[in-house]
C-alpha cells in the first residue's frame, strides 16, 4: 500500500517507479486484484458461433474453455477438473457438446455441468452433480461482438465497465447489421517485456512513431511519418480506457466512405445517434486504444489497394501477462462479413506484414519494450529511478482540450501529451490498491 501510495503522488508530478515493469509481488497483485476483477477480453462471437463451438482463452494467466453451449448460451469454464485439476481441454479449438477429463475420465457438459464418471454406479453411487462441474466465470457478456469475462461475482454489469467506450465501439464495429469477424484464429507469440507496456502504448503513446518505427519511413511505408503524432489526438474516458484519434485533416480510409461500396452499402447509420453520425460525418476516425486492462485495437490503412481501395488493417490486440518479465501478444486481425474476399485478404495480409508475429511495426515496438524487466532489475536503478511521464503536465506541451467535441470523454488538440498513459497508470493503482 505504501509502494501504491508513492505511485499515485508520483503520477500526479508525472513519474513512475520502473519496479512496476518487472517486480514478482507486484504481478502477483495484479492477476489477483486486476484480471479476477475487471471485466476481460476473451474472444469474439465469431470465434465461436454455432452450438458446441469452443476455443481456448486466457483471463490472466488461468486458461479457460470458452464455449457456446447446447443452448447457445457463451460460458467460460476454467479448463481444470475438479477431481485433480488436470486439463480437460487439450485442443485449442473444435465442436463438442462434452468435455471428458484425460486423467480418469470424469465427463462435464460443454456448459460447465458434470455429466459422468467411468464405474459411476460403483465409484460414486452418491455424488453432488450440481456442485462438482467445472468452474465457471460468473459473468459473461458481449459488446459489438467482443467477448468479456469477469471472474468477481459482484461485477458491474459489461456496459456499465466500458461506459464510454461503448460509443466508439459503436462508431468502429456497429455500423451495420452484418458487423466484423476475426479472419481467422488470433496469431499469438511470446515478447520479453511487461504486458503493461503494450496496453499503455496503444492508450495514447502516439509519439513513438517517428522514432521507433522511423526506418518504415524512411522505406516509403509510412507515407509522413510525423504526422503519426502532429494530426493524431487523445480521448480519455473515464476506467482508465482511452483512445487515440485522427481528424478529418488526413484522407485515410477512417470515415464510412472509404471502404468498397460493397462495405459502405451495407453501413446503416440509423444504428448510431446524431454525435456518433457526426463523428463520422466529419471525418474522424479511431486509430487505436486500450479497454482498461489489457485490450487494445489498433486500425489504419495497409500499403496495398484492392480496387482502388486501400486495405484496412483492424486488429484486436490483447497483452497477456506470462509472469512479470513476459507477456505473450494476442492478435486477431479483424475483417468486414459484408466487404468482397479479395479486400478481406488484402487487409488481412496488412494485418500480418504490420502487426502480425513478424508484422514490421511489431518488431519496432517489441525491442524497445525490453527495457522495463531490464530497468526493473536494475540495482542501480532501484535505488531511485523513476520514469517520465510528463508529458502535457500542467501546459508543458502544446496539449490542450479539443473545443465542441462531439463525442464522450476529454479530447485533446495532439498527442503530445501523456495524460492517456497517466489515467491508466492511475486506475492501474486504484485497482492494486483495492482489497
Ligand atoms: Fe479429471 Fe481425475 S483429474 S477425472
Known amino acids: 500500500q505504501a509502494f501504491l501510495s508513492e ?8 513519474m513512475l517507479s520502473p519496479r512496476v515493469l518487472n517486480d514478482p509481488d507486484i504481478h502477483r497483485a495484479e492477476l489477483d486484484r486486476i484480471f479476477t476483477k475487471c471485466w476481460v477480453f476473451v474472444g469474439h462471437v465469431s470465434e465461436i458461433p454455432s452450438p458446441g463451438d469452443y476455443v481456448l482463452r486466457y483471463v490472466g494467466e488461468d486458461q479457460f474453455i470458452l464455449a457456446r453451449d447446447e443452448q447457445g448460451e457463451i460460458q467460460l469454464l476454467l479448463n481444470n477438473c475438479v477431481h485433480r485439476a488436470s486439463p480437460v481441454c487439450r485442443a485449442e479449438k473444435g465442436n463438442t457438446s462434452h468435455f471428458r477429463c484425460p486423467y480418469h475420465g470424469w465427463i462435464y457438459k460443454n456448459s460447465g455441468e458434470w455429466n459422468g464418471a467411468p464405474h459411476r454406479a460403483k465409484a460414486y453411487r452418491t455424488i453432488d452433480t450440481a456442485r462438482w462441474g467445472l468452474r465457471k466465470a460468473p459473468h459473461v457478456d458481449s459488446y459489438q461482438g467482443l467477448i468479456f469475462a469477469c471472474l468477481d461475482p459482484d461485477a458491474v454489469p459489461l456496459r456499465e465497465y466500458l461506459g464510454d467506450m461503448c460509443w466508439y465501439l459503436d462508431v468502429i464495429f456497429g455500423l ?10 488470433p496469431h499469438r507469440w511470446i515478447v520479453p517485456a511487461n504486458w503493461k507496456s503494450g496496453a499503455e502504448n496503444f492508450v495514447g503513446d502516439a509519439y513513438h512513431v517517428q522514432s521507433a518505427h522511423s526506418s518504415l519511413g524512411d522505406i516509403g511505408l509510412i507515407p509522413d511519418n510525423s504526422k503519426s503524432v502532429t494530426e493524431t489526438f487523445h480521448i480519455a474516458l473515464e476506467g482508465g480506457h482511452g483512445l487515440i484519434a485522427i481528424p478529418k485533416a488526413l484522407p485515410e ?7 468498397p461500396p460493397e462495405v459502405t452499402s451495407t453501413f446503416d ?17 479511431v486509430v487505436g486504444f486500450t479497454i482498461f486492462p489489457n485490450l487494445s485495437l489498433f486500425q489504419a490503412p495497409g500499403s496495398t489497394e484492392v480496387g482502388g481501395f486501400p486495405a484496412v488493417n483492424t486488429s484486436l490486440r490483447q497483452w497477456q501477462p506470462r509472469g512479470p518479465e513476459q507477456f505473450e501478444l494476442w492478435n486477431w486481425p479483424m ?45 542501480f536503478a532501484r535505488q531511485d529511478m523513476k520514469l517520465n511521464f510528463q508529458m502535457g503536465l500542467d501546459g508543458m506541451s502544446d496539449y490542450e482540450p479539443r473545443p465542441d467535441w462531439m463525442g464522450p470523454g476529454e479530447a485533446s488538440t495532439s498527442a503530445f501529451g501523456e495524460r492517456n498513459q497517466r489515467r491508466w497508470w492511475q486506475r492501474w493503482s486504484e485497482a492494486l490498491a483495492s482489497s
Do not use: C, H, I
Open 7 to 14: 505511485v499515485q503522488k508520483d503520477l500526479a508530478q508525472g
Open 176 to 185: 451495420n447489421e452484418q458487423g466484423m469477424r476475426a479472419a481467422g484464429d
Open 253 to 259: 480510409p477512417f470515415g464510412v466512405g472509404n471502404y
Open 269 to 285: 447509420l440509423d444504428r448510431l445517434d446524431d454525435d456518433q453520425r457526426a463523428f463520422l460525418e466529419s471525418g474522424y476516425g
Open 335 to 379: 475483417v468486414w462479413n459484408s466487404a468482397p474476399p479479395e479486400f478481406n485478404q488484402a487487409s488481412y495480409d496488412a494485418a500480418v506484414f504490420s502487426f502480425g508475429p513478424s508484422g514490421v511495426f511489431e518488431q519496432d515496438d517489441t525491442v524497445v519494450w525490453r527495457g522495463g524487466p531490464m530497468v526493473g532489475r536494475s540495482a
